[in-house]
């Protein structure tokens, strides 16, 4: 009879630590924790990921990085849109005035070359953010509930001083993974308004 009990008590246990390392197991493939400071750190390195593999045209990393809701598509989908060869940017500007200044001696000056705007002839510098710069972003109407994160670098084109690029971005858990959702760049007008991340996000 003791020799009973003692083999019932040891299949308990080892049931029980059994039921435990399932539990664990189950806890480590689930959605990615909202408390209050677990989270902080997987977003801020996605945040960081993401942008990082923007400023560098790695859209590989990037579409994966982003939901599908933000892609719009697969992750190929998603590098085929971003690699399409871009016009060429010394088309002439068409004149700001039906009539343009004229030289001293009647001809008119040749329409200044445009260039394209963004990163694709600028450079841009590391990217930085902190824990400071993660806040909990409510669900809009477009987007679900996730951490806004501020993201920081400097741009210079050629023969310009530098200038500094702030942008809001919407970090989503997606399965076991943090994903970019949306992304918005953060104007003046959003400072004043509490948080400029939460204000350039809510738009």
Not at 19 to 40: E, I, L, M, Y
Request: charged content about 25%; glycine content about 8%.
């Amino acid at each position: 009879m003791k020799r009973t009990t003692t083999a019932a008590l040891i299949t308990a246990a080892a049931l029980a630590a059994a039921g435990c390392s399932s539990t664990d197991s189950q806890d480590r493939n689930a959605a990615p924790s909202a408390g209050k400071d677990g989270p902080r750190a997987a977003v801020l390195q996605t945040a960081r990921s993401y942008m990082e593999a923007v400023n560098a045209r790695d859209w590989r990393t990037a579409c994966g990085l982003r939901t599908p809701r933000m892609r719009n598509g697969s992750v190929d989908d998603c590098v085929r849109k971003n690699t399409i060869p871009a016009e060429p940017s010394d088309k002439p500007s068409p004149s700001p005035s039906p009539n343009p200044p004229l030289h001293s001696d009647g001809s008119t000056p040749e329409p200044r070359k445009t260039r394209t705007t963004g990163p694709e002839r600028a450079d841009t510098g590391p990217v930085a953010a902190s824990a400071a710069d993660v806040v909990e972003a409510p669900v809009t109407d477009s987007h679900p509930a996730g951490w806004g994160v501020l993201v920081n670098f400097s741009v210079t084109w050629p023969g310009e001083p530098s200038t500094t690029m702030r942008v809001a971005l919407r970090v989503v858990a997606e399965g076991t993974a943090w994903r970019i959702d949306q992304r918005e760049d953060v104007q003046d007008g959003d400072e004043g308004h509490g948080s400029p991340i939460l204000a350039a996000l809510g738009k």
